[in-house]
């Protein structure tokens, strides 16, 4: 039986629960202040001295003086009038509190609104509708659903209005479940809905989304005969379009025998919501067909669909009627075109729209600012930062983050450094976009101690903020660290694909291989093995752990693309196994894949590690002339590389200088690294100027030059490079190598006396030294070791391998293949001791070095002795 309208089935206790419980939509919950009466009071004692005096009370109606200030928007002057009228005992009328609570509702005065309701408390027990009504829009404006739900539960009655403005509230705040609860029980108390009523539950239900629900309200509708109203029509086409029902929004316009510029945005918006672009795109040129003039939000509507289409030849013509109307001055639409450019690749098109604006807001800065971090043009970006700045517009947390993430990509730490500062100035660093791109630049500025300290100071880490620490972590080398991170963050949150793949690179780092095969079985159980890139970063993980059974397996359970080949072939050049290289790229030009930029890299660095020269130079001209890929910059030095290792140092000099494009460091490098093999001197000095002309921070190009100096007895020469580097404040790493064993990845560093196990450790080493001299082996008798060549072999090396090899055999069970992982070459030394454990023991032992992969076995190594530091050439 439905209640009469008077009767109020909400208790008028200030602290009554919400009309619904939190449902699974939305977990946010209605907060309750205390009474309303306590709340901030003093306001009224700290007012000035009120411009009425006590004579003028009696002379002037003070109610009609209050409701006239109020009328002309003077807030100071009516909250004087009020206070006085409140301190003279002088009765404020009710028409008095409802013009105060407008003018307190359109100013957005929250405090003077607070201060208004706790003097109607004072006055009145029970609220009529008209005070109800003035208070309840009040709050709701202000946001504050507490008091609002107070005074509703205080009012003797209800009409339709103050349920309306109940369910409008609850809605906008998020609460959709409550708002469509209050429509239900608006219903069961007997209130008829209006035309006001409609369009707010419509959107509540194309906010959940909740199909049957709107169908449901739609029922309701023609029931109470609003089928014809169009404000009501267009929350339907609107609600049906949210909840993905186009097809019952298309009956409903069709249906309409009146259209509004409303209804065709709404169709057109919904078109595009639901990724039916083309049909938004002809829907607008039906509206222009139908004389109905677009404004702003159709613009922006059609702009963001040319930009989901890539379409730019559409977008043109929409840009070209846009300047043909007055819209071409709106900020927005111009936004949208910006945005749209961009999207394309256009960012000169975006630019000459941006420089036309005469009015630029915060999002017009930061869309022009990402047009320019999207299209690697991350010194523009920067640039547009800074004439922000002068414009005086201040930026906002997106701003932030996409200027930060250019300075991560340009390793731009000071630029970095100070807008960590304005964020902190801003109270931007609690929002989660900045703090985790923070984290990311600073970790691409190889400042990883203070990205971490970023991570640890966010209260509420998210997917992406976890996911950042692990691939900083990963790009500073610190991979045992990032496989810790990431097991913590699996005891909170759910990985994500992104998260996976940074992992799994850290696994492929440090050789983890039972690791990543845990993963692995993760995916499988998610059904994530097949998603995006995963299946290529699994297949990456398999590679580098040398484990290429696997990797063929993997390889041949998903779908190829030119990615997966391409680390198959990169997996083949790492070896020096030249001919299988070759062989695969055949199979992948048969297979009808086509080659990238990338192939013909890994192409390359198998020809020269297998001494290849006249394969690796025709495929040089195929890749240029039958694929019309030109070289970059790694390709030259691959060539280089290519001709240098071979022994034509004077060719590969030639080649640089016959070069379209301005010799890099690393062109310079790989001539370097060559005349270090080949011990020419003069040519290895000139390839070092050049080098620290361009590049004076990798430390790789002064070992290189050290090690030339070295091998041709040059000590002086050695001396003045160790003392440059320590000016310039450059260390060498300290070599380090990693052994997964049941699980768990131990790291072991060059002289570590901490291990649990370093006794058994080195019992282990000094019985096969023991054994090694038994056998004949005179270079571990130190009175014929050459203690400068040992010395320069413990820097360059480190020798942790030893320690790793020893501890895999101490805890694995006999007959186990054993698998290390090094950050540093392996020397001469190490190489031999390893074949002689190998053939000893019977096991075979996988170590990857920085630059190469070696398989020991029955004592010999896959490198066939050509792959350890210090080799010269022949």
Not at 304 to 322: N, P, T
Not at 583 to 607: K, Q
Not at 624 to 631: F, K, N, V
């Amino acid at each position: 039986m439905a209640l009469p309208a008077k009767t109020s089935p909400i208790s008028p206790h200030k602290d009554h629960p919400n009309p619904s419980s939190p449902k699974t939509h939305n977990s946010r919950t209605v907060r309750f202040p205390p009474d309303p009466k306590s709340r901030q009071l003093g306001l009224r004692k700290s007012r000035e001295v009120s411009v009425l005096s006590t004579s003028s009370l009696n002379t002037q109606n003070p109610n009609s003086h209050l409701c006239e200030l109020c009328l002309r928007g003077d807030l100071q002057q009516a909250l004087g009038c009020l206070n006085s009228m409140q301190e003279s005992k002088f009765g404020v009328e009710e028409d008095s509190f409802i013009a105060f609570s407008r003018l307190c509702e359109h100013k957005r005065a929250y405090d003077e609104g607070t201060l208004v309701f706790s003097y109607v408390l004072e006055v009145y027990t029970q609220l009529s509708i008209r005070l109800g009504n003035a208070l309840l829009s009040m709050f709701v404006r202000f946001g504050n659903l507490a008091d609002a739900w107070y005074v509703f539960g205080k009012m003797n009655e209800r009409d339709a209005f103050s349920w309306n403005v109940m369910v409008g509230g609850y809605a906008k705040n998020g609460f959709f479940d409550e708002a469509l609860d209050l429509y239900h029980r608006m219903l069961w108390v007997g209130i008829k809905p209006d035309v006001y009523t409609f369009p707010c539950v419509l959107r509540t239900c194309g906010g959940v989304p909740d199909l049957a629900r709107g169908r449901e309200v739609h029922v309701h509708v023609v029931r109470h005969g609003f089928e014809s109203d169009v404000d009501v029509l267009n929350a339907l086409i609107t609600m049906y379009m949210k909840c993905g029902d186009v097809v019952s929004a298309c009956l409903v316009f069709d249906g309409m025998s009146r259209r509004d510029r409303i209804s065709w945005n709404a169709m057109i918006s919904g078109y595009i919501g639901n990724r039916k672009c083309y049909e938004g795109l002809r829907q607008f040129f039906r509206m222009l067909e139908s004389c109905i003039e677009p404004d702003i939000m159709t613009m922006t509507s059609v702009v963001s669909a040319c930009e989901i289409l890539m379409d730019g030849k559409i977008g043109r013509e929409i840009h070209g009627y846009v300047i043909r109307t007055a819209l071409g001055d709106e900020v927005s639409v111009a936004n949208s075109l910006i945005q749209f450019y961009s999207s394309i690749g256009l960012w000169e098109e975006a630019e000459n729209v941006f420089s036309r604006m005469e009015c630029k807001d915060v999002v017009s800065w930061t869309s022009m600012i990402s047009c320019f971090e999207d299209n690697l043009l991350h010194e523009k970006a920067i640039e547009t930062y800074k004439m922000m700045g002068e414009a005086g517009v201040a930026p906002d947390e997106i701003t932030i983050a996409t200027v930060l993430s250019a300075c991560a990509s340009l390793g731009r730490l000071d630029v970095g450094t100070e807008l960590h500062e304005l964020a902190n100035e801003m109270g931007l660093i609690s929002c989660s976009i900045v703090a985790n791109t923070l984290i990311d630049m600073y970790s691409k500025c190889k400042c990883i101690d203070r990205a971490l300290d970023i991570f640890y100071s966010i209260p509420e880490k998210n997917v992406i903020s976890w996911t950042s620490i692990i691939l900083g972590l990963r790009i500073n080398n610190r991979c045992f660290e990032a496989l810790i991170f990431f097991r913590q963050m699996k005891l909170k949150l759910e990985p994500n694909a992104i998260t996976f793949i940074s992992v799994l690179s850290a696994c492929s780092r440090i050789g983890a291989l039972m690791c990543g095969k845990e993963i692995h079985a993760h995916l499988l159980r998610n059904g994530l093995a097949f998603h995006g890139f995963l299946p290529n970063a699994l297949l990456d993980m398999y590679v580098r752990c040398g484990q290429m059974g696997s990797a063929w397996n993997q390889f041949n359970l998903h779908e190829r693309d030119v990615a997966s080949w391409n680390i198959l072939l990169t997996g083949y050049a790492e070896r020096g196994q030249g001919a299988l290289a070759l062989d695969l790229y055949h199979r992948m030009n048969i297979s009808g894949v086509c080659p990238d930029e990338i192939t013909f890299i890994s192409l390359l660095c198998a020809c020269s590690r297998s001494g290849m020269v006249d394969e690796g130079l025709e495929y040089f001209k195929q890749m240029q002339y039958e694929y019309s890929i030109a070289p970059n910059l790694k390709h030259y030095a691959c060539v280089v590389d290519l001709l240098g290792r071979a022994g034509k140092l004077e060719d590969a000099y030639e080649f640089i200088q016959e070069m379209p494009v301005a010799p890099d460091a690393a062109i310079w490098g790989a001539l370097l690294n060559a005349c270090r093999i080949h011990r020419q001197v003069d040519l290895g000095q000139l390839a070092a100027r050049h080098i620290f002309e361009k590049d004076t921070k990798s430390v790789g190009y002064y070992i290189l030059l050290c090690n030339l100096y070295v091998d041709v007895g040059k000590w002086d020469e050695v001396a003045k490079v160790r003392k440059f580097m320590r000016e310039k404040g450059l260390t060498i790493d300290p070599g380090c190598s990693w052994i997964e064993v049941k699980g768990k990845v131990h790291a072991f560093l060059s002289g570590d006396n901490y291990h649990p196990q370093k006794s058994e450790i080195n019992t282990v080493i000094e019985g096969f030294y023991e054994k090694m001299k038994i056998d004949g082996f005179d270079e571990l008798d130190n009175s014929s070791v050459d203690k400068v060549e040992a010395s320069r072999a413990e820097i360059f090396c480190g020798h942790s391998e030893r320690l790793a090899v020893a501890f895999g055999l101490i805890n694995t069970a006999p007959g186990m293949p054993i698998r290390v992982t090094k950050n540093l070459y392996m020397c001469q030394s190490c190489h031999n001791i390893v074949k002689f454990i190998s053939k000893t023991v019977r096991r075979q032992i996988s170590i990857r070095d920085t630059e190469n992969f070696h398989h020991f076995k029955d004592g010999a190594c896959s490198c066939g002795d050509e792959g350890y530091w210090g080799k010269q050439a022949t």
